[in-house]
T-cell receptor, first 119, second 112 residues
């Protein structure tokens, strides 16, 4: 069974601080996603990566396939970055159990990291 | 602008009733997904569909049903067989294969 673990679960920081959120997973994957969920509930996809590093503005995502680990970094954090950040993976192993369902082609999600940036 | 529209934003159900959550996308995506989110838990896959008139059960399909009669639409019915339906429901879509998923704003379902 694929497990996705995020740390920390909750993080409060001051504006301007460098933020790191970690994600570890237990099986082989074809892709890892970082998502952002705002208080209203809507989710935005930040990154999809399968190797190396991606950068978008103040956000940087890295992945180490051998160690089954990814990090999301936020530089010069701002109160508007306050949100829940979710790591999700697409496993390379898909189980099909017919009518009994089970293991599907969607993503496996971590429980999220609740980030608060204080002014 | 292209996107995913979920409606309604809030939905209340009496015990024993079936309710249907709407999900429409104009992104021309092949694949659509329904997820359930409970407090303190990660999103869990209910159903997904790769193409019109085909769909597959996810990890927690019991008590739910779906249809995919049109590419743009993937409604989810929460039946009376779902014993704990109170949750936040998210619909997503993507091009098929290893592509980013686009999410709707969600529907929050509560039991009266």
């Amino acid at each position: 069974k694929n497990e996705v673990e995020q740390s920390p679960q909750n993080l409060t920081a001051q504006e301007g601080e460098f933020i790191t959120i970690n994600c570890s997973y237990s099986v082989g994957i074809s892709a890892l996603h970082w998502l952002q969920q705002h208080p209203g509930g809507g989710i935005v996809s930040l990154f999809m990566l399968s190797s190396g590093k991606k950068k978008h503005g103040r956000l940087i995502a890295t992945i180490n396939i051998q160690e089954k680990h990814s990090s999301l970094h936020i530089t010069a954090s701002h109160p508007r970055d306050s949100a829940v950040y979710i790591c999700a993976v697409k496993s390379t192993y898909t189980v099909s159990l017919g009518d009994s369902g089970g293991g599907a082609d969607g993503l496996t999600f971590g429980k999220g990291t609740h980030l608060i940036i204080q002014p | 602008d292209g996107g995913i529209t979920q409606s309604p934003k809030y939905l209340f159900r009496k015990e024993g009733q079936n309710v249907t959550l709407s999900c429409e996308q104009n992104l021309n995506h092949d694949a659509m997904y329904w997820y359930r989110q409970d407090p303190g838990q990660g999103l869990r896959l209910i159903y997904y569909s790769q193409i019109v008139n085909d769909f597959q059960k996810g990890d927690i399909a019991e008590g739910y049903s779906v249809s995919r009669e049109k590419k743009e639409s993937f409604p989810l019915t929460v039946t009376s067989a779902q014993k704990n339906p109170t949750a936040f429901y998210l619909c997503a879509s993507s091009l098929w294969g290893n592509q980013p998923q686009h999410f709707g704003d969600g529907t929050r379902l509560s039991i009266l």
